[in-house]
């Protein structure tokens, strides 16, 4: 079962605009990877962030982290229309390959 | 990182029938995996597919339903054994070179089962 929850499950937001996404998870984690998936295709990995890292920028993606409250946000700055996606937070556990996906945010960016 | 490439891209098959799909790497890589994702739905893992010995099922996978091989680093095959329409789904191969590494993925297979 996955051990992320998202919120929002959608997200509908105006070019230009910043948009934020949450991710929680249950257990003790390795790392944590943010994916985006375009209508139903293959998985773009956006970032990863290790448990000892607080936060992490990519170009306008900006990832925080919170292992004390098992949480994590991503951040999307001046949004575009390409950023229409859905979003997915991945964790693998402590001495664990595995990951564990979360139920995904749909973001639709409007032109 | 690396390029995974997954055929076939999308199917439609008949119920009964089975259907293999392949995952080629272009580098070697540690892990490789195999996913479903079910319409509108999350990422499900399916099994790891361990290199020269069998897979690694998680709870609700079957190998007589979801056949896997790895014959090498760079390739792995899922075969989706006597289809339904359940069977209907996105599913994704991926890769890592173990951990604290990204993992990657193909760009699916879309199946259809009629």
């Known amino acids: 079962s996955q051990q992320g929850e998202e919120d929002p499950q959608a997200l509908s937001i105006q070019e230009g605009e910043n948009a934020t996404m949450n991710c929680s998870y249950k257990?003790?984690?390795?790392?944590l990877q943010w994916y985006r998936q375009n209508s139903g295709r293959g998985l773009v990995h956006l970032i990863l962030?290790?448990?000892?890292?607080r936060e992490k920028h990519s170009g306008r993606l900006r990832v925080t982290l919170d292992t004390s409250k098992k949480s994590s946000s991503l951040l999307i700055t001046a949004s575009r229309a390409a950023d229409t996606a859905s979003y997915f937070c991945?964790?693998?556990?402590?001495?664990?390959?595995?990951?564990?996906f979360g139920a995904g945010t749909t973001v639709t960016v409007r032109a | 990182s690396a390029v995974i490439s997954q055929k076939p891209s999308r199917d439609i098959c008949q119920r009964g029938t089975s259907l293999t799909i392949q995952c080629q790497v272009d580098?070697?890589?540690?892990?490789m995996f195999w996913y479903r994702q079910q319409p509108g739905q999350s990422l499900t893992l399916i099994a790891t597919?361990?290199?020269?010995?069998?897979?690694?099922?998680e709870s609700g996978f079957v190998i007589d339903k979801f056949p896997i091989s790895r014959p090498n680093l760079t390739f792995s095959t899922l075969t989706v054994s006597n289809m339904s329409p359940e069977d209907s789904s996105i599913y994704l191969c991926?890769?890592?070179?173990?951990?604290?590494?990204?993992?990657?993925f193909g760009q699916g297979t879309r199946l259809t089962v009629v």
């Open positions: 991926s890769a890592d070179r173990g951990l604290n590494t990204e993992a990657f």
């Open positions: 257990t003790s984690i390795n790392n």
């Open positions: 962030i290790r448990s000892n890292e």
């Open positions: 991945a964790t693998d556990g402590v001495n664990d390959y595995k990951l564990s």
């Open positions: 580098s070697q890589v540690t892990m």
């Open positions: 597919a361990n290199q020269g010995s069998e897979a690694t099922y």
